[in-house]
């Protein structure tokens, strides 16, 4: 039975880690290893390079512990390292070692020594020599020899140099690290930052063994989120820690989670001319990012040079989110609530929470004179710009939603997944729309109701290539929409953000909310040259439950980390620009942003009697 169930627990790692110790930008060092839960197979497990271990020699047996009180009879050096080592290279877990054991010796040093030559003898086979240059390593540390009698211990002995005194004429065939006390350099706990002149005292030193072609490590140190990247960022070799999984994990996805931009982009400047004054409306722009919090737009602001066209402005509120049903809303209730004033069970879009109808935005207004659009970096059928046409219990029947596009108040759409209105471009074509083949050929159009697809499927993100196309279209709609000097609701939809945060990639979370930014100047600017217009900027939700951890404005570098793949239910901004600006202060529901729009167009627009 113990063989069958060793056999299961050797098993079970090579399935769980078979891309074990595979290349890593970092190394760490699994401080006082035998603490763990399970020795040597945690550290394993989390890939460390670095695996250590105290003994002290008792009775010709190197026991696992710290001081003799804390001696038990089962936790050897043997037992609890060399034999499952062994056992993982005869079963082929192990092949070339890529990682160490650091033996740091409690008792005096060369008795201790030679208890340990002696007990590694019928481990030789999977050892170092210059016969096996991927063998096992020993790095002894704690009680060692004189430097002066390294050279006299088998080729697998290695030894933990521990000063400040690093000359040409040390031993260093035999030294196999560089170890000191992390307090000798600094005061620093792991929270907030280092102080910059011992930062400066770490490096030297670190260069200094560098230059000896050693690694570095430092014992007695923090140990935590902060101070892993900071080590890793110094260049620390094996970097020390008491919790391997969790520093593989953070460090692992560090590059992932970092975004450093290579160019910032201007940003545009508001002339403040028309903000905040109470003249008549005549255009709403409502631009929607999906997915867009505090964090995202942060990001995007840090990378940026500290500037977004979106930051300059001064109105500005926070909207609470949740869905009829459930506290953290998604894109089909949060759309709702914006385009009809009403709460919606999540995945419903234009219902409510009993399944009926709701009228939406572009209906009101279309009573009016307004003419409507959408646009959208996601498909027409996506959930924020559906719930402005359709009205449907579930979000991903795409084929049913498409058809509500032919019965809607909307003049205008922009956006990709054509495939999804193949049986009803007929139905487009017979209520008035022109199927357009490019966002220039929208000027040219004599139409009054237009539809531009961006491809069958989902356009591409920015770091695909996509290019700067909201921002342009934007602008085409604008134009298109107020011809005939007809007053114009448009909703614009950043949906990639969204992706971002639910990928949890950094890199897409910050390009997108640059493209988003880029689109929201040129309507700033819209609203500079055309009085009476409103522009909204907010978001659906949260995702992702994004922070901002860490970040370098020299080099126009943020760390984003995330607290889930999902939508959050944390409050969004929501930025206001032009004419009645100040009417969107405050912290308020969803909803509210429909009701205080439909207050401002009923002052300039009344009911037709």
Request: glycine fraction near 8%; charge should be negative.
């Amino acid at each position: 039975m113990k063989k069958i169930l060793s056999f299961l627990w050797v098993a079970f790692f090579a399935a769980c880690f078979q891309s074990a110790f595979a290349q890593q930008p970092f190394a760490l060092h699994s401080h006082n290893d035998y603490f763990q839960t399970v020795p040597f197979w945690d550290a394993f497990s989390a890939e460390c390079a670095s695996i250590e271990v105290d003994v002290i020699l008792q009775n010709g047996e190197l026991m696992a512990a710290h001081e003799k009180e804390s001696i038990l009879p089962t936790r050897t050096l043997r037992s609890l390292y060399l034999e499952p080592i062994q056992h993982a290279v005869k079963v082929g877990l192990i092949k070339d070692f890529q990682f160490h054991l650091l033996v740091d010796f409690k008792t005096e040093a060369y008795s201790t020594m030679d208890a340990l030559v002696e007990q590694m003898k019928p481990f030789s086979d999977m050892l170092y020599s210059e016969h096996n240059p991927k063998g096992l390593k020993l790095i002894i540390s704690g009680s060692r020899p004189k430097l002066e009698d390294y050279r006299n211990y088998p080729s697998w002995a290695f030894f933990d140099y521990q000063s400040l005194q690093l000359t040409q004429d040390l031993p260093w065939e035999k030294i196999g690290m560089v170890s000191l006390s992390f307090s000798r350099f600094s005061a620093w706990n792991g929270k907030g930052r280092m102080v910059q002149a011992e930062l400066e005292k770490l490096k030297i030193f670190i260069d200094l063994v560098h230059s000896f072609d050693r690694p570095v490590r430092f014992w007695a140190s923090p140990d935590s989120k902060s101070a892993w990247k900071a080590f890793h960022d110094l260049g620390v070799d094996y970097i020390n820690t008491d919790q391997p999984y969790e520093a593989q994990k953070y460090l692992s996805t560090l590059s992932k989670n970092i975004y450093r931009l290579p160019q910032t982009q201007q940003v545009y400047q508001p002339t403040f001319e028309h903000d905040g004054q109470e003249i008549p409306l005549k255009q709403i722009i409502l631009m929607i990012g999906d997915g867009n919090g505090l964090a995202q737009i942060s990001s995007g602001l840090f990378t940026n040079g500290n500037e977004l066209s979106l930051t300059q402005l001064k109105n500005m509120g926070l909207i609470n989110t949740q869905a009829a049903d459930d506290f953290t809303t998604d894109s089909a209730a949060g759309a709702t609530a914006y385009a009809t004033g009403k709460k919606a069970n999540n995945r419903a879009l234009g219902i409510d929470s009993s399944g009926d109808t709701l009228v939406n935005l572009p209906a009101i207004l279309r009573e009016k004179g307004f003419r409507s659009g959408i646009i959208t970096t996601d498909e027409l059928t996506g959930a924020t710009p559906a719930a402005f046409f359709a009205h449907h219990s579930e979000r991903d029947d795409s084929g049913i939603i498409a058809s509500f596009l032919s019965k809607s108040a909307i003049d205008l759409a922009i956006g990709g997944g054509k495939r999804h209105f193949y049986h009803y471009l007929s139905d487009l074509t017979r209520v008035g729309f022109e199927e357009v083949n490019s966002l220039e050929s929208i000027e040219r159009s004599v139409s009054s109701k237009l539809i531009y697809f961006l491809g069958d499927g989902s356009p591409a993100t920015i770091e695909s290539g996509r290019g700067p196309m909201l921002s342009k279209a934007s602008l085409e709609a604008v134009s298109f929409l107020a011809k005939g000097n007809s007053p114009i609701f448009l909703m614009i939809e950043a949906a990639k953000i969204d992706s971002g945060g639910h990928a949890n990639s950094s890199s897409t979370i910050v390009t997108e909310l640059l493209d988003f930014d880029l689109a929201v100047g040129k309507m700033i600017r819209f609203a500079d040259q055309h009085p009476g217009t409103l522009v909204l900027i907010t978001a659906d939700h949260e995702t992702g439950g994004v922070s901002l951890p860490q970040g370098n404005l020299e080099r126009n570098e943020v760390e984003l980390a995330y607290h889930s793949d999902d939508h959050t239910g944390i409050l969004v901004p929501i930025f206001a620009y032009g004419t009645h600006s100040g009417e969107f202060r405050g912290v308020y529901d969803n909803t509210e942003v429909f009701k205080k729009l439909v207050h401002l167009v009923s002052l300039y627009f009344p009911d037709k009697k």
